[in-house]
């Protein structure tokens, strides 16, 4: 058994393309000390599985809960297609044996960079399965892998946005509304990691990192959560 046909095996799908296939699991590291690789770098199935995946569970959630309001449909989805949910998605299929990856990234090792690696080939493996074999075989893999997740998600509640449960709590607590500032911005561009700070007043209550203002606002709520025992 080829070292791809393992993975295609976990996903339970045997694609007719192989480079694509190939493709999704590229980091755009990897082509800078491998510049004659036969496949390009992921980021463009990234794109594509994204907008699937997006599709596909939002068509579940409509069809499945048709008297849920369109709000917590909303936070449902957010909650599915998160990096965090895909990064678990990953890390149980051992994606992670199948990345190549540059020397440097490749010793990276349990970091967040490297979980929205993982995170991020989840969707460029959607990507592929959509060209390779169309989109009723890419909605088996995320109903299979990933709304798979909901019930585990409505019973812990994991699906309130953090954001509006900590400005809700510090005004009723505390008679202040929270303010999100970035500290920093680092790496290249189409990776770029941000740190942004929740505070009350001047007081710094928390720090969250992301690949957007947005997710790092988000972890920066949940860490503030956490930490007011709220």
């Known amino acids: 058994m080829s070292n791809l046909a393992k ?3 976990a996903i339970g799908v045997t694609f007719q393309n192989k480079d694509l296939f190939q493709q999704a699991l590229t980091h755009r590291s990897y082509l800078n000390e491998h510049p004659d690789f036969k496949t390009g770098h992921n980021e463009r199935l990234e794109f594509l599985g994204d907008a699937v995946l997006e599709i596909i569970v939002t068509e579940y959630l409509f069809v499945n ?3 849920t309001p369109e709000g917590d449909l909303t936070n449902w989805r957010a909650s599915l297609v998160n990096a965090k949910m895909l990064y678990q998605v990953a890390d149980k299929l051992g994606v992670e044996n199948y990345l190549l990856l540059s020397k440097g ?3 990276d090792k349990n ?3 490297r979980q929205y690696i993982l995170a991020n080939s989840i969707e460029a493996i959607i990507g592929s399965i959509y060209l390779d074999q169309g989109l009723e075989t890419a909605k088996g893999f995320i109903v299979k892998n ?5 019930d585990e998600i409505l019973k812990n509640q994991t699906y309130l946005d953090p954001k509006s449960k900590f400005q809700e709590v510090a ?4 008679g202040v509304t929270p303010v999100y500032k970035t500290i920093k911005e680092e790496g290249p561009d189409h990776e770029k990691l941000f740190t942004v700070g929740l505070y009350l007043g001047e007081e710094l209550i928390a720090e969250g990192d992301g690949l957007s203002k947005q997710e790092a606002q988000v972890k920066a709520a949940e860490a503030g959560l956490k930490k007011k025992g709220w």
């Not at 990933?146 to 909901?150: A, F, K, N, T």
């Not at 005004?171 to 505390?174: I, N, P």
């Open 7 to 9: 993975l295609e095996a």
């Open 65 to 67: 809960f048709p008297h």
């Open 105 to 107: 990234e490749a010793k």
């Open 111 to 113: 970091t967040k960079a």
């Open 146 to 150: 990933i709304v798979s997740q909901l």
């Open 171 to 174: 005004q009723e607590k505390e």
